[in-house]
């Protein structure tokens, strides 16, 4: 069944809500990716990486994604030029999820520290249905003989998703995307990229290297 699911950063200033989601109506993962942890690494150690560095994440349309209140605290990082929108709440660091460049695309991988489960009182695995998969593993951090993971990401998966994204492009989700402005279609935040010292650091933390 779909539900609506409320979203909120950990402050309470970022408010919105999901509508009708349900684990028919997107891809649920946990991803490994050194970017995605790079993400969780800059926002700080808030508890967005689980012990392997993995972000639990719902792969949605952008479209059925709303912010009710503090959109002024939306902030959007990307890791490289080229890299994808990574968006947070600036008041506290909270991520909310990753989108492509450009809105053309209509693809959110939302993040599990914004959805408000308890005021839900549903669990995540209610909600959303269970992890489907675990991707990118080669990059998870410590023991990996115990992880029930994919190095990569299974192909079968990729294509699911992109069915998924045709879907919602020519049902015209694209256009109604909280993450672009709706008449420019530019971000409707400047997204701030990184130099490549961040990014370095970033990737320091991951590996366990020492600081230069
Ligand atoms: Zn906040
Ligand atoms: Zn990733």
Redesign the pocket.
Known sequence: MANDLPIR??????RGRAQGVSGERGNRIVCYCDDCQAFGDFLGPDGVLDTHGGTDIFQMSPARLEFTRGLD?LACLRLTSKGMLRWY?A??K?PIGNTMATRQIPFVGLIHACVDHEADGRSRDEALGPVRAGVNARFARGDRTQLDAHDRAPLSMGLGILGRLVAARLRGDHAASPFFDRGTGEPVAVPLVLSEDERRGLENVRTGAPAP
């Not at 950063?9 to 970022?14: H, I, K, P, Q, T």
């Open positions: 950063c950990r402050c309470g200033n970022l605290q709440a008041c506290c909270t």
